[in-house]
């Protein structure tokens, strides 16, 4: 389970002086409506020791392109906050924070009595803004590491404010020629120097466009190594950022 202070300590450590850089959005939370289907688990729950983590972020332009391609994201109350516009324009915002196991298996679904309130769903809307998708992120990860939603969110919400004033400018580097997956690891590590290009994913869809930014961290919540497959692409392979209209 998650010791506060173990990952305070950790962050304190990570929160090195820099520049904040380009990744500014708005949002407002007030007049965003708390909906919740019920969760439906999409596997077995798996119990097993927890031996990582990954912070996984989600391009939010690219996401909501899709929905406008399938006209279904702008209208669907669970992806409204985050694609409609009402409540403000998004970059990359914490799609969740994953436990991982060994030998390319994770924990999830771990039963809980425990139900994350619609106060602490609005509080965190500005992290993720989909309440849908934060009742799913504790119920499938979540439960698997913290005892309550509250520790959970507490120690996602810890994680991307140790990274957020520094991530890169990715509208100024999706104009740039000849991006690769390598360019854009080396762009987060120039702004973000307690971090080393293998202990950032990078993943691409299948045309080649960003979708995730996915952050490697060890049991003690500092930066580690990633897997194969939380590092994604390789780092010739060709990206595109998609800036949205």
């Given at each position: ?74 209208s669907r109350a669970s992806d409204a906050m985050q694609c409609s516009g009402r409540h403000g324009r998004f970059g990359l915002i914490v ?43 504790w119920a499938k990860h979540g439960s698997c590491m913290a005892r309550t939603p509250e520790a959970y969110f507490a120690a996602a919400e ?88």
């Amino acid at each position: 389970m998650i010791r506060p202070a173990v990952l305070l300590a950790c962050l304190t450590t990570l929160a090195l002086p820099g520049t904040a850089l380009a990744q500014a959005y708005e949002c407002r939370t007030d007049e965003a409506p708390i909906t919740v289907r019920s969760v439906t688990p999409d596997g077995p729950v798996r119990h097993m020791p927890v031996a990582s983590y990954t912070l996984v972020l989600s391009w939010s332009p690219e996401f909501c392109r899709q929905g406008q391609i399938r006209q279904t994201r702008q209208s669907r109350a669970s992806d409204a906050m985050q694609c409609s516009g009402r409540h403000g324009r998004f970059g990359l915002i914490v799609h969740g924070l994953w436990p991982e196991g060994a030998a390319g298996r994770w924990p999830q679904w771990c039963p809980s009595p425990h139900r994350p309130s619609p106060r602490l769903l609005r509080r965190n809307l500005c992290m993720t803004p989909s309440a849908q998708l934060l009742a799913r992120e504790w119920a499938k990860h979540g439960s698997c590491m913290a005892r309550t939603p509250e520790a959970y969110f507490a120690a996602a919400e810890a994680l991307w404010e140790s990274v957020e004033p520094r991530l890169p400018d990715l509208d100024l580097l999706s104009r740039r020629e000849g991006l690769t997956a390598g360019r854009l690891r080396e762009a987060f590590v120039a702004a973000n120097p307690a971090w080393r290009t293998d202990q950032l994913g990078i993943h691409l869809n299948r045309r080649g466009w960003l979708e995730e930014v996915r952050l490697c961290y060890g049991r003690d919540f500092l930066p580690a190594r990633c897997s194969g497959s939380q590092l994604g692409a390789g780092d010739s392979q060709p990206a595109k950022i998609w800036r949205g209209l």
